[in-house]
């Protein structure tokens, strides 16, 4: 059974740093696209961030682009989510994403096979 699991969220100052995990078991993930999307109240979920197999192509939203950054650790089958500078309208449920584009990063939700079950980040003024 496949499974993603989110760590790390919180509450959080404007301005201040959180850092969120996923770690994946039940299949490896290394050979695939790894991701974060993010869904606040009453909107749409949205793409975050998304690291390509190899951890050599990485792609942002514009909204988040200069102050998060991912990463991903394959030995570990655990991708990382560091936000900085964080503002209000961060504030979401955080969903893991894995099971990607083979080779490229995906942007889409339709485009990842697994999704974890979220982690709330609320960012107050």
């Known amino acids: 059974q496949v499974q993603l699991e989110e760590s790390g969220g919180g509450v959080v100052q404007a301005g201040g740093s959180l850092k969120i995990s996923c770690a994946a078991s039940?299949?490896?993930?290394?050979?695939?696209?790894m991701g974060w999307f993010r869904q606040a109240p009453g909107k749409e979920r949205e793409f975050v961030a998304a690291i390509s197999w190899s951890g050599s192509m990485t792609y942002y939203s514009d909204s988040v682009k200069g102050r998060f950054t991912i990463s991903r650790d394959t030995a570990k089958n655990t991708v990382y989510l560091q936000m900085s500078s964080l503002k209000p309208e961060d504030t979401a449920v955080y969903y893991c994403v894995g099971g990607g584009p083979p080779i490229q990063v995906g942007v889409r939700g339709d485009e990842y096979e697994y999704w974890g079950q979220g982690t709330q980040v609320t960012v107050s003024s």
């Open positions: 039940g299949r490896t993930f290394s050979s695939f696209a």
